[in-house]
């Protein structure tokens, strides 16, 4: 009972105990499996809801997104520099909404997967798509895997967790400075590690740093720290495949985030 509470308390709401016994132990058991099964609906439920109000801006977002163009198109800018000055202003602020709608539907899908099927995955390979998807934001990212790695995982899932944190650090690593991206064999396992060279986080801010809408400080605009959803989508995209992530500050510099898979055999 003890095991299973605290699986529970860390979000694992499958986790049951056994029913068999009649004694007072067993009627204990059995609220322990109904409290899981009400948590974990109510959670299910409230991502469910998060899904839907997010596909539900979708629509809107994109038909404002197309009269805004209608209208700029239609608009003087030599006559009406204004106005032209405050579509573009609009434009921005609607392209920075459907990014949010976006990755908020990417958090509820990668929560509400259940049912997943992990396969030997070809590491190499899906990295380089990782990086070739993500190159117009840093040119230098660089790849070390050993040839021939394979891990347990789910394509999609994977790929959208390394994408999220290569992201992250392209948008705080120092401009020019190359971010590394390797992937290592540590007992039955597979690290992959993203390295990057700009200023960590403070150490305080580590526990929270996967959190939604956490960002490690206050100051950062929505321009500078993004949408603090990208790093909580990885960790769940990770967790739902059976993996860890983690974030350490490098004692060189910059933060390494390592995500931790199961090694194909």
């Known amino acids: 009972m003890h095991a299973a509470a605290t699986k529970i308390s860390l979000g694992d709401f499958t986790t049951r105990v056994s029913e068999k ?3 007072e132990l067993g009627a204990l058991g059995r609220i322990v499996n109904h409290m899981a099964d009400q948590i974990g609906g109510l959670v299910d439920g409230q991502k469910r809801l998060l899904g839907d109000i997010a596909h539900e801006l979708s629509s809107p ?12 198109n239609q608009i003087d800018p030599h006559e009406h520099p204004d106005s032209v000055r405050y579509i573009c202003r609009l434009d921005d602020e609607l392209q920075h909404m459907g990014q949010l ?3 908020l539907l990417s958090l509820s899908k990668a929560s509400l997967k259940r049912t997943i099927e992990l396969r030997p995955l070809a590491l190499e390979p899906l990295l380089q798509r990782v990086i070739q998807r993500e190159h117009q934001n840093n040119p230098n990212t660089r790849l070390a895997v050993p040839p021939g790695l394979r891990v347990m995982s789910d394509p999609e899932l994977l790929s959208r967790a390394v994408g999220n944190v290569l992201r992250n650090a392209i948008r705080y690593a120092n401009p020019g400075e190359p971010i590394d991206l390797s992937a290592e064999l540590e007992d039955e396992n597979v690290v992959i590690r993203v390295r990057d060279r700009g200023p960590g986080v403070p150490e305080t801010a580590l526990p929270y740093l996967f959190d939604a809408f956490y960002r490690p400080d206050t100051a950062r605009t929505r321009e500078t720290g993004g949408s603090g959803l990208g790093l909580a989508i990885a960790k769940t995209c990770v967790e739902a495949t059976g993996g860890e992530i983690t974030a350490t500050n490098r004692s060189v510099g910059g933060l390494e985030v390592g995500i931790t898979q199961i090694l194909a055999v």
């Not at 038909?63 to 209208?71: P, S």
């Open 61 to 72: 977002i994109a038909r404002m997104q197309a009269v805004v163009g209608i209208l700029e």
């Open 101 to 103: 709608v976006q990755e």
């Open 21 to 23: 016994r009649s004694d």
